[in-house]
């Protein structure tokens, strides 16, 4: 797995197959140590970490509204 420390993507094109499968890998790190079912602050750009949210719903926020910029794990 790519180094999740490494932002680079977060520069990338949301439509780009890029984007979506550093996204993936993001989700599989937040929610690595979370049991089914489990939410995590969404650290999409309108979520912005307040709401909880399951691996789903943070997959499609990423995807649509994009990451928090500052957002550090």
Same mark, same amino acid.
């Given at each position: 797995?790519? #180094?999740? $420390?490494?932002?680079?993507?977060?520069?990338? *094109?949301? @439509? !780009?197959?890029?984007? !979506? *499968? $550093?996204?993936?890998?993001? &989700? #599989?790190?937040?929610?690595? !140590?979370?049991?089914?079912?489990?939410? &995590?602050?969404?650290? /999409?750009?309108? /979520?912005?970490?307040?709401?909880?949210? #399951? $691996?789903?719903?943070?997959? *499609?926020?990423? &995807?649509?509204?994009? &990451? @928090?910029? !500052?957002? *550090?794990?």
């Amino acid at each position: 797995m790519d #180094n999740p $420390r490494n932002k680079q993507w977060m520069y990338c *094109d949301q @439509l !780009s197959k890029e984007y !979506s *499968d $550093r996204v993936k890998n993001f &989700i #599989n790190h937040a929610f690595y !140590s979370k049991q089914e079912g489990e939410n &995590i602050p969404c650290p /999409c750009t309108k /979520c912005v970490l307040v709401h909880q949210v #399951n $691996r789903a719903t943070t997959y *499609d926020h990423l &995807i649509c509204d994009g &990451i @928090l910029l !500052s957002y *550090d794990t």
